[in-house]
């Protein structure tokens, strides 16, 4: 199954958690002290929250795949189109294990495409290489695309 991921930072992580179990209808299936996640059916989505620094808004979009070789195959499409595109391997990002690729639409908006295999009782531990002076400022796991 492919999942919408929609990740927005908050500043009001209380409000934001209280607003999207109203809109959704249902609570947060992982929460943290900052942060809180909603694996939902209908529609087909992931959306988080996170509290980690930066401007509140809207951080990233994604697509969460169920397999590792629906990442692949997503991945492939991305590179036949010449499409910016940057994998991280068994990385800890918003407390989960995955295999991911970060691009960017022509516009600039973030997309990370990613495959979880497994829960983490951290943030993240992006390696420093990958990640850009913004994102390491913001708390976010996106490296520089």
Known sequence: ???LHIHIRTDD???SISYYTALFGAEPVRREDDYAKWMLDDP???VALSSRGGEP??????VSLDENSALEDMALRMREAEAPLVQEENTTCCYAKSNKYWSHDPQGTVWELFHSFGDSEVYGQTAPEVVSAKTAATGCCAPNV
């Open 1 to 3: 199954m492919k999942r």
């Open 13 to 15: 992580l209380e409000g």
């Open 44 to 46: 087909a989505a992931n």
């Open 57 to 62: 808004g809207l951080d990233h979009v994604g």
